[in-house]
């Protein structure tokens, strides 16, 4: 079987441009463009690629696009501090804490002193709480692209028997919520699969879409799947390539190579959820505006 890839930077790049276009408009209402703050703490390498990344596209859409980068050293206070500041600041409609934090600071106590109406990657308890509710206000980004992701090309979740490898509070939780809620974008039957589910490979086997977002490389195996499957790739793991100038290569938690030839469709690494993540965040930073 052939699989169609699912190409996340042709779609992020439609949702970019209708978002440039909710700017604009939003522009001409405002006496300003909407603003993303990022707050980066400490020197990690990808970390500070991502944020590189959120930024410029938030200036490609017209946004403002601000980072307030800290030292590894920094207090959990000092953090707060920071986003307290940016919770009052007018000219800011989304904030963004960017994970993993420094071992020694709480990232929930972090993440909880955001404004909840400035909270644009939904993961104030607030936020969290209206998702499981059905009635979300930020999608966290991920989720909301890979939903995305399976509307935009003809893989409705609808009715559709969905397998979740991973039960994070970033991808797992939010991804199963929304796919299992009423209306456009779910209405699946979600099973949810972690390190204590038995028999996972029988559980993979019988999905019609699968999510993978456990952070193993390569761990959802052909023989894991069935011809047809839709296969979605969050993870996004470092392995040694001693053929690479810099000695790895990004793969994803599926193995490409044997599930992409018994899949339907399946999203590649890099170049799949990824892109879609960054998009998102934008477009929730639009609707941040709305609650101001």
């Known amino acids: ?13 439609q949702i970019k441009a209708e978002v440039k276009n909710h700017v604009k408009r939003l522009k001409s209402k405002m006496a300003r463009p909407p603003g993303l ?6 020197d990690d390498p990808a970390s ?23 030292p590894h050293s920094s207090t959990e206070d000092e953090i707060i501090q920071v986003v307290n500041e940016l919770n009052i600041d ?11 934090l420094p071992d020694h600071i709480n990232e929930a106590t972090v993440t909880s002193s955001i404004d909840p ?31 995305q992701m399976l509307l935009r090309t003809g893989n409705n979740p609808s009715g559709k028997r969905v397998v979740i490898l991973g039960r994070s509070n970033i991808v797992g939780r939010p991804i199963s919520n929304l796919l299992s ?43 894991m799947v069935s011809d047809g499957v839709v296969a979605i790739d969050v993870g996004i793991n470092r392995v040694e390539a001693t053929d690479r100038k810099r000695g790895y290569k990004l793969v994803g938690d599926i193995d490409f190579s044997g599930v ?14 990824g892109p879609m993540t960054i998009a998102m965040l934008l477009s929730n930073t639009i609707d941040a505006v709305g609650f101001h």
């Open 1 to 13: 079987m052939d699989s169609k890839i699912i190409d996340g930077t042709d779609l992020s790049a």
């Open 37 to 42: 703050s990022v707050v980066l703490v400490g």
């Open 48 to 70: 500070a690629v991502y944020v590189r990344n959120k930024q410029r596209a938030a200036k490609e859409a017209g946004m403002i696009g601000n980072t307030i980068a800290m």
């Open 90 to 100: 007018a000219s800011c409609d989304g904030i963004l804490v960017q994970l993993p």
């Open 117 to 147: 109406l400035k909270d644009v990657d939904g993961l104030h308890p607030n936020n969290a709480g209206l998702l499981a509710a059905g009635t979300p206000r930020f999608v966290p980004a991920t989720p909301g692209g890979i939903v």
């Open 181 to 223: 809620m009423k209306g456009e974008g779910g209405d699946a039957t979600v099973t949810i699969c972690h390190s204590r589910t038995k028999n996972i490979g029988d559980v993979c086997r019988s999905a019609e879409i699968l999510i993978a977002a456990i952070g193993i490389p390569g761990f959802v195996t052909s023989d």
């Open 260 to 273: 992409s030839k018994r899949a339907s469709a399946i999203t590649p690494v890099p170049g799949g959820v």
